[in-house]
């Protein structure tokens, strides 16, 4: 739905601006006069739930009766209608004036979300919300725009917030829809932003330039992926934050977007918390750049808390004998590792792993472990098992991890399709698998039926899985047209023979 463009705000609900109190006035004595305005305490409700009066005239009783009725729907009683009218006044003169005008205004209350009570409850401690032109005008947009808002928060925002920045509200929201902000998204982050500081605290300048500022960083993705960061002052949060990363970066501004595309949530951080992270990997070994270069494969590195977690992970990596160069090297494969919860998952892994024959707080421990994190403890343990169901061993499986650390973190299915294949279609030994572990790595459909069958099309027999695979395309191309370029002179040497 394209946005509506932007006029002025007080031109759409002048029907709803209740008449000054000279002309209720007037217009009461036009058309009731001599009579004067009857209170609502004059009416009652009989056993029946109709009004009654007492005695009184019926014009008179018709205004009192209607004014009562104008409320009878949110199913208040007498006194609690009257109590309001006594205290506002001005409410039962809108009544009386434009009866339309409020009717429609609780209607329209009702419809956008707030129930009975809470529409009480917001009169009562906003009486105004009925009465102000402003509000209604905040309350058409909501209701003609399809502005899904949650209750609690619709509302919170009618109570606390003065009718007089609703205009203003209005008009800042519709120049996020004028700059590509999706419309469908609106009502999520109305509800999860704090309006006040977001919107009503700040110009239509203010607004255009976080705007621009966060074009470079992908918007309006980033909004509609992390709307809080409208929260953020642009001057004392955002730029220093994002100005972090850039510095983080070596000055390389277009990576350090990369980053923040990838989590926005990283520019929630304050500056102290981000350099605090970055002191401690400095302490560990790592310079700035290499602690980047994880950021940019694992941005929720700055989330991990360095008592519960990094502490502990790293003096684990560090006894079983890596060094900051490996570390780095490490978490840039498995950065996994630092964040995953230690009872768990990686308890659970650990144990597979000594089961199968690994020593505790060794390198090879290390390794293993991090080709672990990228698969879950249920999968593991089915990996493991399907080896054993092919007669492999402890040992067996000790070994292909150490040569391929990655053979435990495949998807089980898909390794038995490709152990099915190697056993029924290539007619191979499933023991090959100890000295090439790294083919059930390979795309089953793309590389390895792919190549086997333009083998077998061409020279008539199965080499080896490793020179089958192993081999660049490139390479293997060329093998292939050297197989057609002696398949086709031995068929020519035949036919020269034949003749």
């Known amino acids: 739905m394209a946005p509506s463009p932007l006029r002025s705000p007080l031109s759409i609900f002048t029907n709803l601006i209740p008449p000054s109190p000279s002309f ?34 019926r014009t008179a009783l018709t205004d009192a009766a209607f004014t009562l009725s104008i409320f009878k729907k949110l199913s208040l009683d007498q006194n609690e209608v009257d109590a309001l009218l006594q205290r506002h006044p001005e ?6 004036a434009s009866p339309d005008s409020l009717r429609l205004r609780i209607d329209i209350l009702l419809s956008i979300g707030l129930s009975n009570s809470a529409l009480w409850r917001t009169i009562i401690k906003r009486p105004d919300i009925l009465t102000s032109p402003e509000a209604g005008l905040f309350l058409n947009f909501v209701h003609e725009d399809s502005v899904e808002l949650l209750p609690t928060k619709l509302e919170r925002l009618l109570i606390r917030t003065d009718p007089a920045l609703f205009p203003g509200l209005v008009m800042r929201t519709k120049l996020l829809l004028n700059h590509g902000f999706p419309h469908e998204k609106l009502g999520h982050l109305l509800n999860v932003v704090d309006i006040k500081r977001a919107f009503c605290e700040r110009t239509i300048e203010d607004i255009e ?41 070596g000055g390389d501004e277009e990576s350090s977007a990369i980053l923040i595309r990838k989590l ?47 502490t502990s992970r790293i003096e684990f990596l560090e006894q079983c ?3 900051a160069e490996d570390i780095f090297k490490f978490l840039v494969k498995a950065p996994l590792f630092v964040s995953l919860s230690f009872e768990d998952n990686l308890a659970k892994k650990l144990v597979f792993l000594v089961k199968l024959g ?107 899985i490793i020179h089958l ?26 036919a020269n023979l034949d003749n």
């Open 24 to 57: 209720c006035h007037s217009y009461y004595l036009s058309v009731h006069s001599p009579i004067p305005r009857l209170p609502s305490s004059a009416l009652s409700l009989n056993s029946h739930g109709h009004l009654t009066a007492r005695c009184l005239p």
């Open 91 to 96: 409410i039962e003169s809108a009544a009386i």
């Open 209 to 249: 330039e976080v705007i621009l500022f966060l074009q470079r960083y992908g918007w309006p993705d980033i909004i509609v992926r992390r709307p809080k960061l409208l929260n953020l002052d642009l001057h004392n949060q955002l730029i220093p934050r994002a100005q972090f990363f850039a510095d983080l970066a």
């Open 264 to 310: 926005p949530a990283v520019l929630a951080y304050t500056v102290e918390h981000l350099q605090s992270h970055l002191e401690f990997w400095r302490s560990v070994g790592l310079s700035g750049e290499q602690v980047f270069k994880i950021a940019l494969v694992y941005p929720n590195i700055f989330s991990v808390s360095r008592e519960r977690k990094l």
């Open 321 to 323: 004998g890596l060094n």
């Open 358 to 464: 690994y020593v505790y707080r060794t390198r090879e421990m290390a390794l293993a472990v991090g080709a672990a994190t990228r698969t879950s403890s249920e999968n593991m343990q089915k990996v493991i098992g399907l080896f054993f169901s092919h007669g492999f061993s402890c040992e067996d499986v000790l070994a292909m991890s150490r040569k391929h650390p990655q053979v435990l973190q495949y998807n089980c299915e898909s390794l038995e399709k490709k152990m099915e294949f190697l056993i029924n279609d290539m007619q191979r030994d499933v023991g090959e698998l100890l000295n090439f572990p790294a083919f059930l790595g390979y795309k089953l459909d793309d590389r390895i039926k792919y190549r086997y069958e333009i083998q077998m099309a061409n020279k008539g027999k199965g080499s080896s």
């Open 469 to 494: 695979l192993s081999v660049s395309d490139e390479s293997f191309y060329v093998k292939t047209n050297k197989w057609i370029e002696a398949v086709t002179d031995c068929n020519s040497d035949r």
